[in-house]
């Protein structure tokens, strides 16, 4: 090989290193999106919208929603409890116990709605329940004795729209306990068609008949 032939390929086979170091020297290490280069290799970029934070505002919006001490709607349009507490009807005790058979009486109860307004449309008042302020009496359901009940005073519909007053009955055994002079009162539920009727029926003035007191009849 002359001399000319030898240098071409010196030249040649230099520009192949020199254009293998240019590239293995410029070019930088091939980065994936979503990492950064560091001096020890790629390292991950952080997301600002990680999965943890939003799962903390989620919470804190459904907190905010249901919020502490909110009302229920049910409730300001059905109120049960106490009949004297929660709007109900008056009531007045119609006279001594009258005896069914042995150690079983009869009271008769007049129930009214009381005040100068008549009984608002779509009101209720149910008793539901009689409650005697001491042991030794309990106390059914039942119509009875010779007042005029028509219907027993417990599980009944007791004043409603266009009705301002009712006789009713409750029938009571006395017990070894019994003691003369137990009162009995009513728990019931109101339901109005909106929260000011309930709240003007709660509101009103009512002045209710005597005590329902139960004594032993005479002859038992």
């Not at 030898?6 to 091939?30: D, E, K, N, T």
Request: glycine residues 14%.
């Amino acid at each position: 090989m002359s001399c000319s032939q030898r240098s071409g390929a010196a030249i040649a086979a230099a520009a192949v290193i020199a254009a293998v170091l240019l590239m293995a020297g410029c070019a930088g290490p091939v980065v994936d999106e979503g990492q950064t280069e560091t001096s020890q290799g790629p390292t991950d970029i952080a997301d600002d919208t990680d999965d943890e934070g939003e799962g903390d505002e989620g919470e804190g919006d459904e907190g905010e929603g249901e919020g502490e001490g909110d009302e229920d709607p049910e409730q300001d349009l059905v109120r049960t409890g106490p009949v004297a507490e929660y709007g109900g009807p008056a009531y007045g005790d119609q006279g001594e116990a009258e005896i069914v058979e042995d150690g079983v009486w009869c009271k008769t109860i007049a129930v009214f709605w009381g005040g100068s307004e008549p009984v608002p449309e779509g009101v209720r008042f149910t008793f539901e329940q009689a409650v005697p302020d001491r042991g030794g009496l309990d106390v059914e359901s039942g119509v009875c004795g010779t007042s005029g009940a028509d219907r027993s005073c417990i599980d009944m519909p007791a004043v409603e729209a266009n009705e301002s007053g009712i006789f009713c009955s409750i029938v009571v055994r006395p017990t070894a306990e019994f003691q003369d002079g137990t009162s009995i009162t009513f728990t019931g539920t109101l339901e109005c068609p909106t929260r000011e009727i309930c709240d003007a029926v709660v509101a009103r003035d009512v002045v209710p008949g005597p005590p329902i007191v139960v004594n032993t009849p005479e002859g038992a």
